[in-house]
């Protein structure tokens, strides 16, 4: 008997699509939701000057939101945002809106460390972005500091 070459070419041609890996939807949840929750130390700059300042900031998971506490000169400030897509397609970003007496807004690529916890970097603003120069605010995970127990 002759084994039938093209048949089997074609049912193993047929499994490999059937095998295929699902692709996730841009609908999907990123992991990046579960990955900058936590207790930074930051570091930034105010818009259009060169003054800087230091802080602290927590990122906690609020229902359908991230909540970011941060605390500056010995002031606390609470705002909400989401990740998101830069543009269609383009990178994951943590993006935050608020108001202090005018509208104002904070995007943050989301990177990672040495030891695998989330590193951002963030420029920040009036809406719209009006500067010349925005501002801008790194945030460094405090979890590694974090000394061991025995």
């Known amino acids: 008997m002759k084994p039938i070459v093209p048949l089997r070419l074609a ?13 996730a939807a841009d609908d999907d949840e990123s992991p990046l939701w579960s990955f900058v929750p936590g207790r930074y130390t930051l570091i930034g ?18 229902g359908g939101q991230l909540r970011l506490t941060r605390t500056i000169g010995g002031r606390q400030e609470r705002i909400f945002g989401v990740v998101r897509r830069a ?6 970003v943590l993006a935050f809106k ?14 990672s460390d040495l030891d695998n916890y989330a590193r951002l970097s ?3 603003g009036r809406a719209g972005n ?7 605010e790194a945030y460094f995970a405090q979890e590694p500091w974090d000394p061991v127990k025995p």
């Open 11 to 23: 049912l193993l041609g047929l499994a490999c699509l059937v095998a295929q890996p699902a692709i």
């Open 45 to 62: 700059r105010h818009p259009d000057s060169q003054a800087t300042y230091t802080g602290t900031a927590k990122i906690e998971r609020v």
């Open 87 to 92: 543009d269609p397609g383009e990178a994951w």
């Open 98 to 111: 608020w108001t202090n007496k005018v509208p104002m807004e904070m995007v943050c690529l989301i990177g």
């Open 122 to 124: 963030c420029h920040w």
């Open 130 to 136: 009006p500067h010349t120069q925005p501002g801008m």
